[in-house]
């Protein structure tokens, strides 16, 4: 590389009145080149460096520009900028531009070859500046232990200039007898930041006491000064300032030193290319903060509205106009250059920041009311479609209002198909990362499903899972790079992860291993994962067992429910919670096709002086007496400490009921809670529930009901019921057959009498008898159709959503239609798949050859039913 070039804008800024030749510029800047008689750079390897292109003024205008080739003819400074951008001067240049996330879309993609995001600090690289920061140990440890119990400010760490400001503050903080409370938002921290500059100046230029009010007078007229400079200078686009900006805004030229001496880290003096002083402040998010205190305090101090073309005295009344016309001009700037600004100006709206401007202005902002009504306001504006970085400024604004609803509606904006997640640049998930991390929200679970719920997603938001305590993830296929994703954070050190939910994934043999090397790793504290329906089999229960068998695994609760497991399987599970170093209190194996051969290697576990497990849940699998003989070898050990056992739907007789009343006999002092519905267990059944008065037994709870001989049949069939429709429930397009059990969509009404429980809208139609208890049933369908559960009481009349299967708290449904199937309630479709077969449910009888499908449904319909149906 024969020269590298770095321009900044804000120097360009200057020359926009003026014209130069490319060639003319680079002598301007570079004069040593003009010296050596540079004038042709075509033959030579440059590199121009434009840096800050958010900080031109005015914005580059792609749409409509001069075409220009030649390097020495003159012309403005932004056409020389746009035609080197694309190409057509010096086209063997190569360019870097440096710009916030908000101006970037301002160079067309065709001109770029490649987008880096400079991410700021890392964890350790925060640490690494407080400690190079602060020289006294105990104090820089104080300062970091601050920060991280701030998980807001600790985010915003990341930006090198906030690390700064942060040490200023808390520094600062630590001084006070005011509890060194920290700053939770953006605005907060640059109010302290104000404040400590104001306390600097009454000391070492005024001769005052730390404890003295922060806003003498001179200090009430200088912050006045500096803000009305700031929001001048912004409106117009500047970011460096000359004397005749300063004097319109009533600083004395002659006094402006002693400002850039006082305000030493807010407002500095420099000098140009010819010496000529200049003026900017240190950062341009302090120019932002003190220009929007200025609009903030002269809308409080005197009702005028700076930001209104007209400028007349506003009532109080029209507080929320006054956000308003904020936010508009915020979405109408081209590049973004009021977003920081609207952000302190909202965040200076709140009541709780203005403990600390106490004298510098009146005590009279916004009401509470105001400000739910601007966020109502900004959340219309989202609706409208507006562009990312608009949506994501305005989501950062509802987070300095602190909104409770900033995670939905972050939620609702991933969700909503307009806006692709492939599509978001990485600055622009990291702002959807920080504003999730940093809200008040509590961040107990995070659903996947609630945020769209696809790969780009989960990974992008990866941290957002480390900080949780659960992560539900039911919906979508895992890949090989989610796994890993997930694996990544089991094994930080950081992670809060407490508990994962991966039902209705199928874990290829591939993912699962990634999973348990995460799972095996030191550093994980995951203490439930539940699989169920992961279409696990017995070949990939080794990894599996292999977690169990780790002495780092930290997991008790394991939930492995409707997994084709079969016997197989299920002999390697036991070899891991046979383990001494197993943990394992809770395993839950419902509909996993065991059969009695099973039993034996859960015996062998209950038998295991070192097996912790307390909960044992075996319902609905074909154990027969002679398995539910072969466990009770195992709760009759001393070493058995289960606490519950579900064995509903077991195919239990007396007999087997009789090993198990032999067991527990021996062994009293551990089952509390056992399970024998949907079985038959006779007088032994009588037996057991004698126990439970006995005070010897800490049995306490036995259930046997339902009973009967009926419900010894194998598989999901022992519950199955016949439903026949009902003729004054159907809609009158339905059409009825075959004795009332087969429905057709018709074009033509059909003639039914006028009742008042028929369907009014919606084609639907209900069962003629209610269900109760556990109900298995098969659907048989073809084309589009909705299979339903709903409470009686929904309404019928009309068109509204309280009508619909599925769309209120009344019903939950399955929609089928050309191999997409979404389970839907309470107006959200909870789970959805697309695939060419239906939800993984218990596997159905074979399909009958003159249908397209036949779908299985085994509803349990239990007291808790609504609770369980939303989960």
């Excluded at 117009?236 to 600083?251: A, M």
């Excluded at 504006?381 to 602190?402: G, Y």
Aim: with cysteine; proline share 4%.
């Amino acid at each position: 590389m024969d020269f590298i070039f770095p321009f900044t804008f804000r120097e360009l800024n200057v020359l926009k009145q003026k014209k130069f030749s490319l060639v003319e510029l680079v002598h301007h800047f570079f004069t040593e080149t003009k010296e050596a008689g540079i004038w042709i750079f075509a033959d030579l390897q440059v590199v121009f460096i434009l840096d800050g292109l958010d900080e031109c003024r005015p914005p580059l205008d792609f749409s409509n520009t001069q075409i220009l080739t030649d390097v020495t003819e003159s012309t403005s400074v932004d056409v020389l900028l746009m035609n080197l951008i694309r190409g057509n001067l010096l086209p063997s240049a190569r360019l870097w531009i440096t710009t916030r996330p908000a101006a970037a879309n301002q160079i067309p993609a065709q001109c770029v070859d490649m987008v880096t995001e400079v991410r700021g600090f890392t964890d350790p690289q925060k640490e690494e500046y407080f400690t190079k920061r602060f020289r006294d140990e105990e104090q820089t440890n104080t300062i970091i232990s601050h920060i991280k119990t701030s998980r807001s400010v600790h985010i915003m760490c990341h930006i090198p200039v906030f690390c700064w400001i942060t040490a200023t503050v808390l520094e600062d903080v630590l001084k006070t007898t005011e509890g060194g409370e920290l700053p939770k938002t953006l605005t907060e921290m640059y109010i302290h930041f104000l404040v400590v500059q104001a306390k600097l100046k009454n000391v070492k230029y005024d001769g005052r006491s730390e404890t003295d009010p922060h806003w003498s007078p001179e200090t009430r007229k200088m912050i006045e000064s500096l803000g009305k400079l700031a929001f001048e200078q912004l409106k117009k686009g500047n970011l460096i300032f000359y004397e005749s900006d300063l004097t319109e805004c009533g600083i004395d030229i002659s006094s402006a030193s002693v400002y850039s001496g006082v305000f030493t880290q807010v407002f500095i003096e420099e000098s140009g290319l010819y010496q000529d002083k200049r003026f900017c402040f240190i950062h341009l998010s302090v120019q932002e903060f003190l220009a929007a205190l200025h609009v903030h305090q002269t809308f409080i101090n005197t009702g005028v509205n700076l930001l209104s073309e007209e400028q007349t005295t506003s009532q109080r009344s029209g507080s929320a106009e006054f956000y308003q016309t904020a936010v508009d001009q915020a979405l109408q700037s081209p590049n973004g250059h009021l977003d920081l600004f609207l952000r302190f100006l909202l965040g200076l709206s709140l009541q709780a920041n203005h403990r600390f401007l106490q004298g510098l202005m009146k005590q009279t902002g916004s009401s509470s009311e105001t400000n739910q009504e601007i966020a109502e306001y900004m959340k219309k504006k989202i609706s409208e479609k507006l562009s990312v970085e608009k949506s994501i400024n305005l989501f950062h604004c509802l987070n300095e209002l602190e909104d409770r609803d900033l995670v939905d509606w972050i939620q609702e904006y991933l969700r909503n198909g307009e806006y692709n997640p492939e599509y978001l640049s990485p600055a622009q998930w990291s702002a959807m990362v920080f504003m999730l991390l940093s809200s008040d929200k509590n961040l107990e679970e995070f659903d996947l499903n609630k945020y769209g719920g696809s790969q780009e997603v989960l990974l992008n938001l990866l941290p957002v899972v480390k900080a949780s305590n659960k992560a539900v993830m039911t919906v979508y296929g895992l890949s090989d790079e989610g796994c890993e994703g997930l694996s990544s954070v089991l094994r930080s050190q950081s992670s809060s992860l407490r508990h994962l939910d991966l039902s209705t994934k199928d874990l290829k043999d591939s993912r699962l291993k990634i999973l348990s090397d995460g799972l095996r790793s030191p550093d994980c504290k995951l203490e439930t994962l539940r699989l169920s329906i992961c279409n696990l089999s017995d070949r990939r229960c080794e990894g599996l067992s292999s977690v169990l068998r780790s002495q780092a695994s930290s997991l008790t609760h394991l939930d492995l429910n409707h997994m084709d497991l079969e016997d197989s399987g299920a002999k390697i599970l036991s070899d891991g919670l046979r383990s001494p170093d197993c943990k394992q209190k809770t395993l839950r194996l419902s509909i996993c096709n065991l059969s009695d051969r099973s039993c034996e290697g859960l015996s062998s576990v209950l038998r295991s002086q070192s097996c912790s497990l307390t909960h044992l849940d075996l319902d609905n699998l074909d154990l027969g007496d002679s398995g539910v003989k072969i466990l009770s070898d195992g709760l009759r050990s001393p070493d058995c400490k289960l606490e519950t056992l579900r064995l509903s739907g077991c195919l239990i007789t007396e007999v087997g009921c009789s090993s198990l009343v032999s067991a527990l006999k021996s062994n009293p002092s551990h089952l509390r809670m056992l399970d024998l519905s949907y079985n038959h267990p006779g007088d032994s059944g009588q037996e057991l529930s004698a126990l439970v008065e006995d005070p010897h037994w800490r049995l306490d709870t036995v259930r046997l009901e339902p009973s009967g001989v009926q419900w010894l049949k194998p598989g999901l069939r022992k519950y199955f019921c016949e439903l026949t429709l009902d003729p004054n429930t159907a809609c009158q397009r339905f059409k009825l057959s075959e004795n009332n059990k087969k429905v057709e969509l018709v074009e033509e009404f059909q003639w039914y009498p006028d009742h008042q429980d028929r369907f009014e809208h919606y084609p639907q139609v209900m069962s003629s008898t209610g269900l109760t208890g556990r109900c298995y049933w098969e659907v048989q369908w073809s084309g589009q159709v909705e299979i339903a559960v709903t409470y009686r009481g929904i309404r019928r009349k009309g068109d509204s959503v309280d009508c619909g299967f599925g769309w209120n708290d009344h019903s939950w449904s399955l929609e089928c239609h050309e191999g997409r199937y979404s389970v839907c309630h309470n107006r959200k479709c909870i789970v959805s798949y697309e695939s060419s077969s239906p939800p993984p449910l218990p596997p159905p009888p074979p399909p009958l050859a003159q249908y397209q499908c036949m779908w299985t449904v085994l509803l349990d319909l239990c007291p808790s039913m609504e609770s369980a149906l939303t989960n």
